[in-house]
């Protein structure tokens, strides 16, 4: 594996030459810290310094080479995840993914004020579905799992024959508010519907639902999602529906992001 750096980048602006503070000097607190690891990282990726399939090192040690939280950690992996850099399976570890060969989606102007209401609508998610996969793995029946298992075949085979993903995507995530056994995780999913899919609301994503790389890169994250439900692994699960649900998030906000920043853009620009 190729040597990970622990430096974090310099400040902008700062002189080429000047010092990096060590990990253990103070450093901005909450999502600046989480972001300037992305930095870091994301530097040592585009120079070359990892390589894809090189495996990052575990969130323990990164905590202790970069003087950071479990907590920080894991919001830089779902930044750089959800920006296509790596790739995180369970139990294995964190992989550096060969480069898009397409850019991020993006938002036209009809998508922006929608995509507000859908990341509202994903932080509810993350709190609802992240404990409920984690009941799912304690509670599940054999019938339960094998109608998971199901769903994710389905995807998988909509993805190959360019069909619909989102019933068998929907119904994934139904199925394990079901084998909770508790049936209000199930009312407020099925009371949701569909709409929960953020696909099936911003037309940018409409427009990429049959792209292949972008859906089999969600029933992945599927897969791990119901990979630790079957070995009933709570801890796991609840893990590894936040990933999926933070990166859905998080590919939101950077498409919503640079939405804006173009939507200024044009309106800065002086007409003629």
């Given at each position: 594996m190729s040597r990970v750096s622990t430096e974090l980048p310099r400040p902008t602006g700062a002189p080429a030459d000047a010092p990096v503070a060590p990990a253990t000097r103070?450093?901005?607190?909450?999502?600046?810290?989480?972001?300037?690891?992305?930095?870091?990282?994301?530097i040592q990726i585009r120079d070359g310094a990892?390589?894809?399939?090189?495996?990052?090192?575990?969130?323990?040690?990164?905590?202790?080479?970069?003087?950071?939280?479990?907590?920080v950690v894991r919001e830089a992996l779902s930044k750089?995840?959800?920006g296509g850099l790596v790739e995180t399976h369970h139990g294995i570890g964190?992989?550096?993914?060969?480069?898009?060969?397409?850019?991020?989606?993006?938002?036209?102007?009809?998508?922006?004020?929608?995509?507000?209401?859908?990341?509202?609508?994903?932080?509810?998610?993350?709190s609802l579905e992240t404990e409920s996969a984690g009941l799912a793995a304690s509670r599940h029946t054999e019938a339960q799992l094998q109608a998971m298992r199901q769903a994710l075949d389905d995807f998988e085979t909509n993805v190959a024959q360019a069909g619909d993903t989102v019933a068998p995507d929907f119904r994934f995530h139904l199925e394990i508010a079901q084998a909770t056994g508790n049936p209000y995780f199930a009312d407020i999913m099925s009371h949701l519907g569909t709409t929960i899919i953020p696909r099936t609301r911003i037309n940018a994503l409409r427009n990429i639902d049959r792209g292949a790389e972008y859906l089999s890169r969600v029933n992945r994250e599927h897969e791990e999602i119901?990979?630790?439900?079957?070995?009933?692994?709570?801890?796991?699960?609840?893990?590894?529906?936040?990933?999926?649900?933070?990166?859905?998030r998080e590919r939101l906000r950077l498409a919503q992001e640079a939405a804006r920043l173009a939507q200024q853009g044009a309106e800065a620009k002086p007409s003629r």
């Open positions: 103070a450093r901005p607190r909450g999502r600046g810290l989480a972001h300037a690891l992305v930095d870091a990282f994301g990892l390589r894809p399939g090189d495996k990052l090192p575990t969130e323990s040690a990164i905590m202790q080479s970069f003087g950071v939280s479990r907590t750089l995840q959800a964190t992989f550096v993914l060969q480069p898009r060969t397409t850019g991020m989606f993006r938002l036209d102007a009809g998508d922006i004020a929608t995509s507000v209401d859908v990341l509202a609508v994903l932080e509810l998610r993350i119901y990979a630790a439900i079957a070995r009933r692994d709570s801890e796991s699960a609840r893990a590894a529906m936040r990933i999926h649900l933070t990166n859905s």
